[in-house]
């Protein structure tokens, strides 16, 4: 088996699609679908307590679950987070400074701090 296989074996709980989280707010439809066909979801009270940390736009704008990928740019092991939104929202809960406005760099600490968050809310990829 080569990387590529082991990659996307490892990314088969992927979202199929994002929806906004205003339409998971409106609609109470919770769940999404996965690249295996599986169901994922979201705990209510994440999209509640991330609605309550968002401006009327950024919930039009917003898409969930939240994509946290491998940084394989930077040496020492690092996350990140990209999309306009999805960093001015995830820098401000982690209460990290923006230096790209579409890119965040996570460390692992910051990765955990996020996950015990947004536990439902937050889908790891691996990159190559």
Same mark, same amino acid.
């Given at each position: 088996m080569d990387i590529e296989n082991i990659i996307?074996?490892?990314n088969k709980h992927i979202p199929v699609s994002r929806r906004t989280l205003l339409d998971y707010i409106e609609s109470g439809d919770d769940t999404y679908d996965t690249k295996d066909g599986q169901k994922g979801s979201i705990d209510r009270k994440e999209i509640e307590? #991330?609605?309550g940390k968002c401006t009327e736009i950024e919930k039009m704008r917003l898409r969930l679950p939240i994509f946290v990928g491998t940084d394989t740019s930077y040496s020492g092991g690092a996350w990140k987070i990209e999309g306009k939104i999805?960093?001015?929202v995830m820098s401000r809960l982690l209460n990290k400074r923006i230096h790209t406005d579409d890119f965040l760099r996570l460390y692992y600490p910051? #990765?955990?701090d996020l996950r015990n968050m947004l536990p439902t809310l937050i889908v790891v990829l691996f990159l190559p």
């Open positions: 996307r074996d490892m307590f #991330l609605a999805e960093v001015e910051d #990765l955990k």
